[in-house]
């Protein structure tokens, strides 16, 4: 099924005024929204599947897992999210895992790109404060040569 970006923002705007543990289901929120209940639950699977929220009880019930205001600062895209959502449910089907443990391997590996990426941009910083060093060095003894 193909679902607007905006449905998919407006179902996650909505339960950004949530906390986490907020119980909710797809009829509610179809109802609140005004949106088709088959575009609410398309969108609710997708979340659920990338970790922001989880299912209870029933097959229409779920409960916010991580806060939605996570998923709307980080600036993910939509399509980042749709397709973690399909990469999910590949590596579901090829493991059989549940999301949940999915969702963790992933939270872990981010974890560890971040920790990189953090050891990354120092190294690069005390590159540039190298060669900044160097550079000045050398502007001064250009500077004593020609005097």
């Given amino acids: 099924m ?5 449905t998919f923002y ?3 705007n909505f339960l950004r005024s949530y906390p986490e543990g907020y119980q909710f289901s797809t009829k509610s929120i179809s109802e ?3 949106i088709p209940q088959n575009q609410a639950r398309h969108c609710i699977r997708a979340l659920k599947e990338a970790g922001y929220i989880i299912q209870v009880q029933s ?3 779920y409960r916010v897992y991580i806060a ?3 998923f709307l600062n980080h600036n993910v ?3 980042t999210i749709l397709k973690r959502y399909k990469s999910i449910a590949q590596l579901k089907n090829k ?4 999301s949940e443990d999915i969702y963790k391997k992933i939270q872990e590996q981010t974890k560890e790109i971040r920790e990189l990426k953090y050891v990354i941009g120092e ?6 404060k190298r060669r900044k060093i160097n550079f000045n060095q050398s502007a001064q003894r250009n500077l004593f040569n020609r005097g």
């Fill in 2 to 6: 193909k679902v607007k970006h905006k």
């Fill in 10 to 12: 407006r179902i996650a």
């Fill in 32 to 34: 609140a929204l005004g």
């Fill in 59 to 61: 097959d229409e019930h």
């Fill in 68 to 70: 939605i205001d996570k």
């Fill in 77 to 79: 895209r939509v399509k």
């Fill in 95 to 98: 493991e059989n895992e549940s």
């Fill in 123 to 128: 190294l690069k910083d005390k590159i540039t």
